[in-house]
């Protein structure tokens, strides 16, 4: 790459790194969004279940603790659509009501992010979107994925009661949406639940669910994976009973040989890409994956047990020093001379623009003036992320302080998790409000996109800044759970549930500040290493 061109370069790179998730949607591989990986409770290194998801698109990013409520016999439950980008939770500019249905006489507290994703029992819910053949699709269903992931919530205290009570509701109502997988865990396992519409003629869908095996981890990464379903194995098995009935109607399936919901449903060649291939071979190498098989395993069982620090690490996860490091080619020559300024070698250095999440106009002209051919593939982790959370369930510990979302806004890769507590009654102020739509400082995401977006300009002199600091609040987090969770279950056993509410939510306060002032700083620092040009 010629030198000369890189003051260029990088003012281009700049511009298009703070463009919109909205336009990257011209983007090949944008429509492969969302991942969530499933750790079962003997294959984390602590016992936790584990369930989690990127919610990656322009959606929104404001989320609150939704609290728990008594219903009286007459009360209905609104079903709404059009909540995954509102502004804040009072925004209904754009919100349609598309049905009513009958309330429960009591709801439990929950999280309300985009996709709603864990209750005060330790239930929680990960989600990504498939799509699957356009000819399944009944708009006309009363629910969308993110509402049935809100009752479920909202109503259940274990991971099989939502699996059946989505079933039953899909089958009465009606499900409008896209083929969209859904992973529900509680603090005992984890399921992965895949739905589709059951075409525009009826009111209803297909659904399948499969049980990961406690010492299992699996993935779905946008693509449908439930293979071979046995209905005689309820422990790890269930499905609607029309599945076989609508894939041959549609044409999706001949009757022929053995029945594979992926097959039939996922309008996919295979039922994995890169992502699941990365996960399960990092896992578990031994088993000697490879990207030229037909199907990989549904979940694997990983040669060592998953902590959550390797979790964390996953989410960021660019495949770099692999073979599928998208920086590789995205090289200049430097050229080596001793004291006399004789030339006396020269290195190939890594563009220090090179990072995994350039846009397409930026790896045109890189590729263009560098005559090399970089390949791209869809990372974990991506710049156009809204939020990730990861999400540990615990058996041994009380709901309240057991069940912990390690959340995080904008790029999984470059920002910190904020642990959020299934107890908490409230959230910073500043969480409430979403900051897709535009730049505002007092919406939470900008706390941490402003530095990001600099730190990705030039990732090759900041990549190691904003790890550290990530993995500073990371290893700051995992020294104080003991304390704050000690002092969280001695709170509960004198009966103070409210002031065992406070505390927590105070924690989170008190941590996601600590972040905002430290990513300020970065922003500062970067900056400063960059105010007279890149």
Same mark, same amino acid.
């Given at each position: ?13 700049l ?49 609150r603790?939704?609290?728990a409520?008594?219903?009286?016999d ?65 708009k ?36 409008g ?64 009973d ?36 990365? #996960?399960?071979? &990092?896992?578990?190498p031994?088993?000697?994956? %490879?990207?030229?098989? *037909?199907? +990989? !395993?549904?979940? /694997?069982?990983p ?10 690490g ?45 846009t ?19 990372? #974990?982790?991506? &710049? ?6 990861? %999400?540990?369930?615990? *058996?041994? +510990? !009380?709901?309240? /302080? ?14 910190p ?101 430290r ?16």
């Amino acid at each position: 790459m010629n030198m000369r061109f890189l003051p260029l370069i990088i003012a281009a790179f700049l511009a298009s790194n703070f463009i919109s998730a909205q336009t990257q949607k011209s983007d090949p591989w944008f429509g492969e969004s969302c991942t969530s990986i499933m750790v079962g409770k003997k294959a984390s290194a602590d016992g936790s279940v584990i369930t989690s998801h990127t919610c990656d698109g322009n959606y929104r990013t404001w989320l609150r603790m939704e609290p728990a409520k008594d219903h009286n016999d007459t009360t209905f439950h609104e079903v709404f659509k059009g909540t995954l980008h509102t502004e804040t939770p009072w925004d209904m500019r754009n919100v349609k009501l598309a049905g009513k249905i009958p309330q429960v006489k009591h709801t439990y507290a929950y999280l309300n992010t985009a996709y709603p994703s864990l209750n005060e029992k330790q239930l929680a819910i990960g989600e990504t979107t498939f799509v699957g053949p356009d000819t399944l699709v009944n708009k006309n269903g009363m629910f969308l994925i993110e509402e049935l992931q809100r009752i479920a919530l909202q109503r259940c205290d274990n991971a099989r009661g939502a699996v059946k009570l989505i079933g039953e509701l899909i089958k009465e109502y009606g499900y409008g949406d896209w083929g969209e997988c859904i992973t529900i865990a509680d603090k005992y396992e984890v399921w992965q639940m895949e739905i589709l519409g059951e075409g525009p003629a009826r009111i209803g869908g297909v659904w399948a669910a499969q049980r990961i095996p406690d010492d299992h981890v699996g993935i779905s990464a946008n693509i449908s994976r439930i293979g071979v379903i046995d209905r005689n194995n309820p422990d790890f098995f269930m499905a609607s009973d029309n599945i076989e009935a609508v894939a041959k109607e549609f044409g999706l399936w001949d009757g022929e040989g053995i029945f594979k919901f992926w097959k039939a449903y996922g309008d996919q060649e295979k039922p994995f890409k890169i992502r699941e291939f990365f #996960v399960l071979s &990092s896992l578990a190498p031994a088993l000697k994956l %490879t990207m030229d098989m *037909d199907e +990989l !395993p549904f979940s /694997v069982k990983p040669e060592q047990k998953i902590t959550m620090e390797k979790m964390m690490g996953l989410y960021r996860a660019t495949y770099e020093g692999t073979e599928f490091d998208m920086t590789q080619n995205v090289k200049y020559i430097k050229k080596k001379y001793d004291d006399n300024r004789k030339e006396i070698g020269q290195d190939t250095i890594i563009s220090p623009v090179a990072n995994p999440w350039l846009t397409t106009d930026m790896r045109n002209t890189l590729n263009f003036l560098s005559e090399g051919t970089i390949e791209f593939q869809r990372t #974990v982790s991506v &710049s156009w992320c809204s939020y990730s959370f990861i %999400t540990q369930l615990r *058996d041994w +510990l !009380p709901d309240a /302080v057991g069940g912990i979302s390690w959340f995080s806004f904008d790029n999984p890769g470059e920002s910190p998790r904020i642990p959020i507590f299934a107890g908490v009654n409230s959230l910073p102020e500043s969480f409430e409000l979403c900051g897709q739509k535009g730049y505002r400082e007092d919406a939470a995401i900008w706390n941490y996109r402003r530095a990001n977006k600099l730190a990705t300009v030039s990732w090759g002199k900041t990549k190691h800044v904003m790890l550290e600091n990530v993995k500073e609040f990371e290893h700051k987090a995992f020294d104080e759970m003991p304390l704050i969770e000690n002092k969280a279950i001695m709170l509960l056993k004198e009966g103070k549930d409210e002031e065992t509410s406070k505390y927590l939510s105070q924690y989170t306060s008190n941590f996601s500040g600590t972040t905002v002032q430290r990513w300020k700083e970065l922003e500062h620092r970067f900056w400063g290493m960059f105010g007279r040009g890149f």
